[in-house]
């Protein structure tokens, strides 16, 4: 399985960015999916979540009402809209295909992770 992220990019805060995650397998369309982002010299944490059906979803408290997961299993792609962007959303970000048809919080709860999309907010 091979997961392929998109979308990242430059913007300046309080802009809007759409990122993408294709999945190279159907496999996905079974399993929960995650984005995940790493800042230099920071852990890589969870940013949102969504369950097989798209009918559960998860958001980190600091995107919470700014960021949208979506998902649609008929093109095996999943989203994350991004708008108010803030400088300190700067990082990469990675897309995950979980083991469960549910969601995990965590980065063991993962099977399968994208290279990650960089994106830089600048203030």
């Known amino acids: 399985v091979q997961l392929q992220a998109s979308g990242g990019g430059s913007v300046q805060a309080g802009g809007s960015l759409r990122l993408s995650c294709s999945v190279s397998r159907r496999t996905s369309s079974n399993n929960g999916m995650g984005w995940f982002r790493q800042a230099p010299g920071k852990e890589r944490d969870i940013v949102a979540a969504i369950d097989w059906r798209g009918s559960s979803t998860y958001y980190a408290d600091s995107v919470k009402g700014r960021f949208t997961i979506a998902r649609d299993n008929a093109k095996n792609t999943l989203y994350l809209q991004m708008n108010g962007l803030k400088p300190e959303d700067t990082a990469l970000y990675y897309c995950?295909?979980?083991?469960?048809?549910?969601?995990?919080?965590?980065?063991?709860?993962?099977?399968?992770w994208g290279k990650g999309t960089l994106v830089t907010v600048s203030s």
């Open positions: 995950a295909v979980a083991l469960r048809s549910t969601y995990g919080l965590q980065r063991d709860d993962y099977r399968y």
